[in-house]
């Protein structure tokens, strides 16, 4: 297998009618939203180790949607950080248990709805619970990967089909297939994707700076959308000129 590396832009802000970022991103240790940074880009050479990446929005309808999603990502990596033989499906029923029991009681449980990536050798696996997305760009063509598997909303800001929320299990949905140099993978909030045309994220996903997340949730916000905003792009690259930045 050819050398690889890893190119990777997130993006999040506050939406315009929202009082605080209910997004989060994680990505290693770093995370975006609900209390951490903005925007993150780095390139690094993929030593085929496991890379787990992921975005998961607090729902409105529930109350302190921060707090459940960035409890959601925190529980997630600390499972993936800590197991050698890591299983998404164990780790996301933890997680919902966990953030269950801690709403416990609520009028309005906390909730929070799930897209991730996890790349391992040459093998992507994509999961989703709820209204956050996953889109595939390459040669030109964008396919959104989660079409069709959103979890419904029960009322317009609800979601029935997510992590806590309440004492039914989620169920995920789960994608597995082989990844190759040239591909590019885009994780949204529904404050981003719900508001953009495919035309929108192929000509962000074909932007040669470092923002291309942050390009793609300000055309959102400028189309009309005014929840949170979160993007993640991560590029297959063979190219090793690398540079880090963080911000």
């Not at 719900?194 to 923002?211: H, M, V």
Request: glycine share 10%; charged share 20%.
């Amino acid at each position: 297998m050819e050398q690889l590396s890893l190119s990777i832009d997130a993006y999040t802000q506050q939406g315009l009618r929202r009082s605080i970022n209910q997004d989060c991103i994680g990505i290693g240790s770093w995370r975006g939203g609900a209390g951490g940074g903005t925007e993150l880009s780095l390139n690094y050479l993929y030593e085929q180790k496991s890379q787990l990446f992921l975005l998961s929005d607090g729902i409105g309808g529930h109350d302190d949607g921060e707090i459940a999603s960035r409890f959601a990502v925190d529980s997630i990596f600390e499972l993936f950080q800590s197991q050698d033989n890591f299983d998404i499906l164990s780790a996301i029923s933890e997680t919902h248990s966990k953030l269950a029991k801690i709403g416990f009681g609520s009028l309005r449980p906390l909730g929070a709805t799930l897209v991730g990536l996890i790349l391992t050798k040459n093998l992507v696996t994509i999961f989703s619970l709820g209204d956050s997305g996953c889109f595939h760009f390459n040669d030109n063509k964008l396919i959104n990967m989660t079409d069709g598997k959103k979890s419904p909303k029960i009322r317009s800001n609800i979601i029935e089909n997510c992590l806590g929320g309440g004492l039914t299990m989620p169920v995920a949905s789960i994608i597995q297939r082989k990844f190759e140099v040239g591909d590019i993978f885009i994780l949204t909030s529904d404050g981003v994707s719900d508001w953009l045309s495919k035309a929108a994220f192929k000509e962000c996903a074909q932007i040669q700076q470092r923002n291309r997340s942050e390009a793609l949730c300000v055309n959102a916000a400028r189309a009309g959308s005014g929840d949170d905003l979160s993007a993640i792009f991560i590029e297959i690259k063979s190219d090793t000129a690398l540079s880090d930045k963080t911000t």
